[in-house]
């Protein structure tokens, strides 16, 4: 029965908590075999740029499409 609980949680109910817990603390870029890996906090932002101001900007395109999730969460709310 408890195992019950998680495979029928919602995905709006993870995808809520993953918004609201901040997880999108900090980016880290760092150079790897001639690239930038770039990873967030969340764990769910894993990409690789060219070089570290691409690194950069996309590290601001992932938190600022975040923050307009979570705006729109919250006035559709
Ligand atoms: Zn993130």
Redesign the pocket.
């Known amino acids: 029965m408890s195992d019950d609980i998680f495979s029928e949680r919602p995905q709006e109910f993870f995808q809520a908590s993953f918004l609201t817990n901040g ?2 603390d900090a ?1 880290t870029i760092l150079p790897v075999d001639g690239h930038y890996a770039c990873h ?3 764990g ?2 894993d990409v690789v740029a060219d070089d570290e101001p691409a690194g950069l900007a996309l590290a601001r395109e ?2 600022r499409d ?1 923050t307009q999730r979570l705006l729109a969460q919250r006035s559709a709310s």
Do not use: N
Request: hydrophobic letters at 20%; proline letters at 0%; glycine letters at 0%.
């Open positions: 997880y999108c980016q967030c906090t969340c769910r932002w992932h938190t975040l």
